[in-house]
């Protein structure tokens, strides 16, 4: 029996129509004989409403609660989908993160999956229900509720999709999958057919928001092949995440990533001694703020500037981070930029021809973008430019690296 | 050290500030030394509202998972109670039913508690926390949440209070205590100081709302005594329930309760033999049908007359059972009347001394209200009447009976 894994995000399930017609998909599903496990996100904006009545009641809610908090989102999500489902005659049943089996670290807001007992989950399968589960959660040793970051109902299905060895991950979403780029800015956007697990976790990090970069990282380990389809039009083939990428060489970068807006921090004048890093990014980590990019300059007289991205709420507590650390590491200043933003090419092709960055920053000086922090790695390169230019950037990337083309037929390598 | 449980409603906890104001109250207790423990109900009008959403996925939505998606309307208020108590700088934290160790059965909607494993919250109460349980829910043997009815956030506080072997239970709501009659209708109605347990529960099942009757049952059980207050003026000492009542006898009617709505079910020509009522009233069982009063006349040639009493909601279950066991029981006929209510007169005192009833009846004629049917225990008189004359009924009973009266200083026993 074929065995597949869905997950609904948050505007596929919306509304109490949304709902209905979710389930009906699933129902279409069973009527084909297959079995189906499908995770579920918060309806439309609930996880935001329930953020703000947490704000209202404590400035700095505690995390462990707000854990408990946000989780009922997603309950509530996954009781109405089982409900529906009822209703059209197809035996289902809604389990919390906990019921699931999902077991996580004690990490709240950010605890990450240390295993999956899918003992409730197969004997309900073996009993012919669909099963609905809360996406998003789990529960950590001492029983307590956990959530895995903010749009982790994709690692939910992607961690379901390889415990229960199921057949086919399914994704759905409000798009018709991958993008070449962003459509809502770059009109000449175009979904594409496959993209490999590196590619898509180099987009997913750099701002293609469609897919929760932990859950690429989950499908690569396990291999677990991913497509990205649109629940308002299930007919669209979508985009499949898979080891393989396009055998198609003849282009090599397959799209272009960007976030809008992140912050830039630049320590200067540190002393060039080993273990200065340490000294300023684990406080960090301890803050639990996140840093993207890093850069350190060659040293000048024995003096270094050291400069890091993080998201612009995030700015703040960085910054008194390193206040806070800047008389132990010596440095002489701190500086940062608040209205920055990133564009980058992703590609696997890109490691082994050369070009690719020079066209890259050809391109972004004939249109007058200045590049202010470069940063690389094998299948993609960033550049961090003023946020009101990045729409711009990515409009000008994408027709210069002409991601507007189909690839010829059959150079796609399709599931 | 002193050890508290208490229970805020729906309207205590309705808003952020509601909460904030409740979270202050807490605090207050903790300044002082005691152990609190909290259950709350869902804020304001969740219930009603995912009540309602469940009613747009599905007509007759599960019942197992109408528990899953009510359940978390308590989740979310406890959270919030717990993060606005460390707001204010005092550990707390919230727990499920479930996790509070709430064993129920597994009947979906209705579940009763079967046990209590308090360790997890002795377990937070020794380590200096506040524990806020969501109140109305528990677990059943597989795991499944279940929900305890209507109201039933007072059950989880009296079961929790006799489990915890606490000091007091207190019960805030939004009115001052239990009343001598609505004040909403009975403007002469005044809080009562204390009332037995017997009385408090034909007070709760026959219309006053304050007290959630399993609740008062439970109090009853494990002699744990209970007080009624408001969340909005805790300065006024509200209504203590236990078990020994007023040693003031000068007045044996301790109050007049009522309810607005009820719908009444005859079956006529029903032949007078054994095992008939098991045949009407097993199949209503199964349906769900909660029966209030039954009547059934003296038998006239062999053959009689019986009468039941339901909630409005009701009526149209009772009625399709009704229809169908008709042929089996030789019933002539079905007759219903949709429009009534209920008066009643309860005290302890009324079962040693004769004329309550008399008294009772004499009042309603006097008020030209015509008494439809009667029904009688030790400490309460009922009578069903128009339900257009309910409050008339009670206005003249609550006069008659001289409830506007205090009863004299020192009259009453006071914990």
């Known amino acids: 029996m074929t065995r597949i894994v869905q997950k609904y995000g948050g505007s596929s399930v919306a509304t109490a129509a949304h709902i209905l017609r979710v389930a009906g998909l699933i129902a279409e599903r069973r009527r084909l004989g297959e079995e189906v496990v499908?995770?579920?996100?918060?309806?439309?904006?609930?996880?935001?409403?329930?953020?703000?009545?947490?704000?209202?009641?404590?400035?700095?809610?505690?995390?462990?609660?707000?854990?408990?908090l946000l989780s009922t989102g997603e309950i509530v999500s996954s009781a109405l989908l089982s409900m529906a489902l009822h209703d059209l005659g197809v035996d289902a049943v809604s389990l919390s993160g906990a019921q699931a089996g999902i077991r996580t670290d004690a990490v709240h807001r950010r605890a990450r999956i240390a295993e999956i007992d899918a003992e409730r989950v197969e004997r309900e399968l073996a009993a012919g229900r669909v099963v609905i589960v809360a996406g998003f959660q789990g529960v950590s040793e001492a029983s307590d509720v956990t959530t895995l970051g903010r749009g982790a109902s994709d690692t939910t299905a992607v961690a379901l999709a390889a415990a229960l060895?199921?057949?086919?991950?399914?994704?759905?979403?409000?798009?018709?999958?991958?993008?070449?780029?962003?459509?809502?800015?770059?009109?000449?956007?175009?979904?594409?057919?496959?993209?490999?697990?590196?590619?898509?976790?180099?987009?997913?990090?750099?701002?293609a928001r469609v897919m929760h970069a932990r859950a690429v990282e989950l499908g690569?380990?396990?291999?677990?092949?991913?497509?990205?389809?649109?629940?308002?039009?299930?007919?669209l083939p979508g985009t499949l995440i898979h080891r393989e990428?396009?055998?198609?060489?003849?282009?090599?970068?397959?799209?272009?990533?960007?976030?809008?807006?992140?912050?830039?921090?630049?320590?200067?004048?540190?002393?060039?001694?080993?273990?200065?890093?340490?000294?300023?990014?684990?406080?960090?980590?301890?803050?639990?703020?996140?840093?993207?990019?890093?850069?350190?300059?060659a040293s000048v007289e024995n003096l270094t500037d050291m400069t890091?991205?993080?998201?612009?709420?995030?700015?703040?507590?960085?910054l008194r981070v390193v206040q806070n650390v800047l008389p132990?590491?010596?440095?002489?200043?701190?500086?940062?930029?608040?209205?920055?933003?990133?564009v980058s090419i992703v590609g696997t092709g890109m490691a082994s021809a050369p070009g690719y960055a020079a066209k890259?920053?050809?391109?972004?000086?004939?249109?007058?973008?200045?590049?202010?922090?470069?940063?690389?790695?094998?299948?993609?390169?960033?550049?961090?430019?003023?946020?009101?230019?990045?729409?711009?950037?990515?409009?000008?990337l994408h027709s210069a690296f002409e991601l507007e083309r189909e690839p010829a037929i059959g150079a796609t390598q399709v599931e």
């Open 38 to 68: 499908a995770s579920v996100s918060a309806m439309g904006d609930t996880t935001d409403d329930l953020t703000s009545l947490a704000h209202e009641v404590a400035p700095h809610p505690h995390p462990r609660e707000m854990d408990v």
């Open 220 to 235: 690569a380990v396990y291999d677990v092949p991913v497509r990205v389809k649109s629940s308002f039009d299930p007919t």
């Open 165 to 207: 060895q199921a057949d086919a991950c399914e994704i759905y979403t409000d798009v018709a999958g991958i993008y070449t780029a962003d459509p809502r800015i770059c009109p000449d956007a175009r979904p594409l057919l496959d993209i490999g697990y590196e590619e898509m976790l180099e987009m997913a990090t750099t701002g």
């Open 360 to 396: 890259m920053f050809r391109t972004l000086f004939d249109h007058e973008i200045n590049i202010n922090m470069i940063s690389t790695s094998d299948i993609r390169i960033t550049c961090v430019v003023e946020s009101d230019r990045v729409a711009d950037a990515v409009r000008a």
């Open 308 to 318: 890091f991205t993080v998201a612009p709420e995030d700015l703040e507590g960085a």
């Open 245 to 297: 990428t396009s055998m198609e060489q003849g282009n090599k970068v397959r799209g272009i990533a960007h976030q809008s807006h992140i912050a830039k921090v630049t320590v200067r004048g540190v002393p060039d001694r080993p273990g200065i890093a340490a000294y300023l990014f684990e406080p960090l980590a301890d803050a639990n703020v996140s840093v993207d990019t890093i850069v350190q300059n």
């Open 328 to 342: 132990h590491i010596g440095g002489s200043e701190v500086v940062f930029a608040p209205d920055l933003g990133t």
